[in-house]
């Protein structure tokens, strides 16, 4: 069963600094997608801030099965609707992937309900990602740990929920420690984070990189249908109760088959 794949990315930096330009010409996002294409399981396409509703209708979101996101500088650009709408696809079951500086985006700190804050320190130092659960779907194919040459330091504290499972923990070269690999799940929809990308550093070709990524797609991925009306919260009248009909006993607020306060 091929795993439909939307790779989202701000495309910002790329089009606005040489440096990052010139590691990905095709835009950070073409070139994650290029990655988990290798895999003939993953069917992987892309979308941008720029794109009418950022790439993501109701129409094509409801043909993904796992949403990667990767953001930086224009979190606020993004739309409060989109998000809304993106929100509701991963309680629905729509896998996301949250990448490096998308801890700040407003999906991710919509769904993790938290200020996902971090110490950060741009100085090129070579980072070590641990695996810490060996037995993880999205640990397979890894040894013990890898190592990245140059990357951004992000460090503890970092201000998210307690995870369902840590994946990975990360050492870096300057001293600190970095919880980089977190899953959770929000509704039907699982959400995995992975601090390693920053854009000035050519990470997203690394080898150990991209499997994290193939693995994390089928991780998150949902084979059951979507979990329609999840944010519905519909009455059950008296009459149609499972050991009903009932007795209505005392009162009531509302009057029969109204729709509930919000």
Known sequence: MTIRVVVWG?????????????IYPEGMHTTIAKG????PMIEAST???QEAEHGLSVERLAKTDVLIWWGH?????VSDEIVERVANRVWEGMGLIVLHSGHFSK???RLMGTPCSLKWREAGEKERVWVINRNHQIAQGLSDYFEIE?????GEPFTVPEPMETVFVTWYEGGEVFRSGLTY?????????FS?????????YNTDVKQVLKNAVKWANNPAPAWAGITNAPNTPADKAPNGPLTIKGETLHKAGEAGFR
């Open 107 to 109: 999906i991710f700190k």
């Open 196 to 204: 390693p990308g920053h854009e000035t550093y050519p990470i997203y």
């Open 36 to 39: 988990l294409g290798e895999d």
């Open 150 to 154: 140059q990357t951004e330091m992000y």
């Open 47 to 49: 979308a941008t801030l």
């Open 185 to 193: 799940q929000r509704g039907g929809g699982k959400i995995f984070y």
């Open 73 to 77: 500088k224009a979190h606020g650009q």
């Open 10 to 22: 701000e495309n910002v930096h790329e089009q606005e600094n040489e440096t990052v330009r010139k």
